[in-house]
């Protein structure tokens, strides 16, 4: 069974540094993609950016970029979305999910649980 | 600025049939940007339903369907159900070096 689990909530102070996790389990980890995505209280989805655990390919969503660091552990099969300095405006929701394609067809299938974020002084 | 958008809100009674459509600011939604569906319901992360275009997930209800409409990707819903109620959101590949998706605003359907 394909399941991607994400590390418990969080809550932190403005300007410190934070690293959520999501790991893959059921499947090949290496041979997906991992998106991250972005839920603001009471907003919809923002598509974060991407990492091919494979090779540590990585892209980033031109909004995101600079703001945020994906990696991946392949090892043990797990994805990270961290901060080197939180804002008030990082409090959301964040899911991880699993993405795969080629030149005919592109798919986000399984998502993650969701890590809650909160930020605040 | 890339911008994603559909329907705020949808109402539709039990039985009945509904369309929920997806434009891109770019231009025309054509099999390219290969749209994908994704149901979110409170509380829960979103769950996936159709991939590039047409495609079911295994799990996707036979009432579901997606398709492109008059320039816009689309999903529709045949036989709604109460439990269909929910947020619906489409994301659309725009492709380049960064791989980059946008998702839509969303479509808050109500079931009436």
């Known amino acids: 069974e394909v399941q991607l689990v994400q590390s418990g909530a969080e809550v932190k102070k403005p300007g410190e540094s934070l690293k959520i996790s999501c790991k893959g389990s059921g499947y090949s980890f290496t041979s997906y993609w991992i998106g991250w995505v972005r839920q603001m209280p009471g907003k919809g989805l923002e598509w974060m950016g991407i990492?091919?655990?494979?090779?540590?390919?990585?892209r980033y969503s031109p909004s995101f970029q600079g703001q945020v660091t994906i990696s991946a552990d392949k090892s043990i099969s797990t994805a990270y979305l961290q901060w080197s300095s939180l804002k008030a405006s990082d409090t959301a929701m964040y899911y991880c999910?699993?993405?795969?394609?080629?030149?005919?067809?592109?798919?986000?299938?399984?998502w993650g649980q969701g890590t809650l974020v909160t930020v605040s002084s | 600025q890339t911008v994603v958008t559909q329907e705020p809100s949808l109402t539709v009674s039990p039985g009945g049939t509904v369309t929920l459509t997806c434009a891109s600011s770019?231009?025309?939604?054509?099999?390219?940007?290969?749209p994908n569906w994704f149901q979110q319901k409170p509380g829960q992360a979103p769950r996936a339903l159709i991939y590039?275009?047409?495609n079911k997930h295994s799990w996707t209800p036979a009432r579901f369907s997606g398709s492109l409409l008059g320039g816009k990707a689309a999903l529709t819903l045949s036989g709604v159900q109460p439990e269909d109620e929910a947020e619906y959101y489409c994301?659309?590949?725009?492709?380049?070096?960064?791989?980059?998706?946008?998702f839509g605003g969303g479509t808050k359907l109500t079931v009436l």
């Open positions: 994301l659309l590949y725009y492709g380049g070096a960064q791989l980059n998706w946008v």
């Open positions: 990492i091919y655990p494979g090779d540590s390919d990585t």
């Open positions: 770019t231009g025309a939604v054509t099999s390219g940007y290969y």
């Open positions: 999910a699993r993405e795969a394609g080629d030149s005919s067809s592109w798919y986000v299938d399984y």
């Open positions: 590039s275009t047409s």
